[in-house]
């Protein structure tokens, strides 16, 4: 998980988060005192720019990677029934711009 950044954040890597806290976690969560929220975006982005060819480049994974990037229209194509896509895409188009 984390997509090309390689890692998604745990509770565990909260070097401040004592036992006790993560025993509350667990035990609200399990007897219904923590609601819990769908993750909704599910997206680490990642670009690259060209200052001299002027394009820009998107990728979600290593395999964007290795295919040398998504342009702007690709990318946004791939989200066209995400619950979010127009939040993704106007970042898209700021980072383009």
Known sequence: MGSVA??????????????GDLLGMITGISDGRVAGVEKFDG????????????????????????????????????????PARSQFVNGLTAICQ
């Open 43 to 82: 997206i680490n982005m990642h670009w690259t720019k060209s200052d001299e060819k002027q394009w820009v480049r998107f990728a979600r994974n290593f395999g964007d990677v290795r295919e040398g990037g998504m342009n702007l229209v690709d990318m946004a194509g791939r989200y066209t029934n995400h």
């Open 6 to 19: 390689k890692h998604m954040n745990h509770p565990y890597d909260d070097l401040d988060l004592r036992i």
